[in-house]
Each structure stands twice: as structure tokens, then as C-alpha cells.
């Protein structure tokens, strides 16, 4: 088990990587078809946009909340919205650099500001947090119980948290990852969730809703090699990513068979 000294050293080497962006050819790899290949198969059957709208419902009336968007860096898809419509914002990030900009995006908006801090630090102060966005974050935090009591401290009373974050519950996903770990070269800070990862989440907190994305829809990517037009391969995605996203809502097995996994929890 990870100790919280442990994991504060850990991000000063992550704050360096996310300054620098210096990726191994392993990673960088990793990234290309991640970005590439599954990012296209989800901008074709809709999966990244429903995610956001569903993220935007969930936020609902922002304007007696204070929030905190956790790890944005620069500023992720809701940032500025986030911004523009909560009573109170706070955005912060491990990236001093990532961090200037985003306050120059957000410096004419009353109430908006942006810190380069680290979540588990004791300098990190600010409470109460009527919401927390974590879009590709809390997967960055080995010792999930270290997370979880953090998680708790920050939030107020029936306060609530939304992720976005990556599932290694797949057995072929599993195996891709295990294969590709030990060449990663942000592999100290990057742990996809597993099955024990999830039910702690679910033990500490009320799960709202859920979703899982790219189960059955991720094998599109071998749909796509088929001699087939592009329109049936597009009606063939679209129909198992609406049985993923459908399904996963009460299904463990449906959830842990996708790539993705979204979350609307609210503290216990």
C-alpha cells in the first residue's frame, strides 16, 4: 500500500511529465492508437458526445454550487462552462503550465480561478466543494482508499462527484495493458480501474447512475477491416454501443466487459 508521502513524491515526477510531454516510443504508441483508432470509433458512433451531454445533465443548475474540477489541466471539454455557470470554481492541476493558461482563459470570470497544487497536499485548503468533476483523473491515484478519504474531506454534505475514467476489467484489454506496463513510462501514476477499484467506489459512495463505453462496441475495430460498407459499419457500432451504454447501467458484467467507465456519486 501506497503511503500519502509516497504518492505526493510520485506526482512531482507527473507534474514534470505533463510539463515536458517527453513520452517513450512504447507510450507514445499507446497514445497514437488509443487517440487514433478508438477516438475515431467514438466520434463515429457518438460515444464521446453522449458522455459529455450525459456530464452536462448531471451537473444540473450550477449556479449555488462551488466546484472543483480536479486534474484539468489546461481546461478539459466542460472547463469553461464549468466556469462561466458555477457560483464558484476552483480548477486545479499537478502543471504550473497547464495551469497559466487556463487562467488566462477563465481571468474574466468572476469567482473563476485556477491553481497548480496537488490534490493530497496539506497546502490544498480549499473545502466544501458542492461538486467535483474528475474527467480522466482518479484512475491517477494508486492507493484508491487514500483517494477516497480526500474525496470525502473536500466535499460538503450530499456533495457529489462525476468521472471519467479508464476500466482494465476486460480480459483482453487486461492483457493489452499488461503487455504494454512495463515499457510505459507514465505507468507509476496511471492505474486503469479494476473490479476491486470499482466496488470501493461503490462502497464509499452513492452510485447515482453509471455508464460503461466500448464493451461490445469496441470490437468494431475488427468491424472495420470487413469488406462492408461504412454506413452498416456505423448502424453495427451504433446498436452495440447503445447495448453497452444501456445495459451497463445495471449490469456488472456489461460494465466490466467495456473500456470506459463514467460515474454520478454522491457522498454518503
Same mark, same amino acid.
Given at each position: ?74 481546461? =478539459?471539454?466542460?472547463?469553461?462552462? $464549468?466556469? !462561466?455557470?458555477? %457560483?464558484?470554481?476552483?480548477? &486545479?492541476?499537478?502543471? *504550473? ?47 484508491? =482508499?487514500?483517494?477516497?478519504?480526500? $474525496?470525502? !474531506?473536500?466535499? %460538503?454534505?450530499?456533495?457529489? &462527484?462525476?468521472?471519467? *475514467? ?103
Amino acid at each position: 500500500m501506497k503511503t500519502k508521502e509516497t504518492i505526493l513524491e510520485t506526482n512531482k515526477k507527473q507534474k514534470e511529465f505533463y510539463n515536458n510531454k517527453k513520452k517513450n516510443f512504447a507510450t507514445a504508441l499507446w497514445s497514437k492508437i488509443r487517440n487514433g483508432i478508438f477516438t475515431r470509433i467514438k466520434k463515429n458512433i457518438g460515444i464521446q458526445d453522449q458522455t459529455y451531454i450525459l456530464h452536462k445533465q448531471w451537473f444540473g443548475d450550477l449556479s449555488n454550487k462551488k466546484v472543483l474540477d480536479l486534474g484539468c489541466y489546461s481546461g =478539459n471539454y466542460w472547463s469553461i462552462y $464549468l466556469a !462561466e455557470n458555477a %457560483k464558484e470554481y476552483l480548477g &486545479i492541476d499537478l502543471s *504550473d503550465m497547464a495551469i497559466a493558461k487556463l487562467n488566462e482563459r477563465i481571468k474574466h470570470i468572476p469567482n473563476a480561478e485556477a491553481q497548480a497544487i496537488d490534490f493530497l497536499s496539506d497546502d490544498f485548503l480549499s473545502d466544501d466543494f458542492d461538486l467535483i468533476y474528475a474527467y480522466g483523473v482518479l484512475h491517477h491515484f494508486q492507493d484508491t =482508499n487514500i483517494l477516497i478519504a480526500r $474525496l470525502n !474531506e473536500k466535499l %460538503k454534505k450530499d456533495g457529489e &462527484i462525476i468521472s471519467y *475514467d479508464p476500466l482494465e476489467t476486460s480480459f483482453p484489454i487486461k492483457v493489452v495493458r499488461t503487455l504494454y506496463r512495463p515499457f510505459q513510462s507514465d505507468a507509476a501514476w496511471e492505474w486503469p480501474f479494476t473490479k476491486k477499484t470499482f466496488y470501493q467506489y461503490k462502497n464509499a459512495f452513492n452510485i447515482v447512475e453509471r455508464r460503461g463505453l466500448l464493451g461490445k462496441s469496441k470490437w468494431i475495430a475488427l468491424i472495420n477491416i470487413l469488406p462492408i460498407s461504412n454506413d452498416k459499419k456505423n448502424k453495427i457500432g451504433l446498436k452495440w454501443n447503445s447495448e453497452d451504454w444501456n445495459n451497463s447501467k445495471t449490469s456488472d458484467s456489461v460494465l466490466f466487459s467495456c473500456m470506459h467507465l463514467t460515474m454520478l456519486m454522491k457522498k454518503k
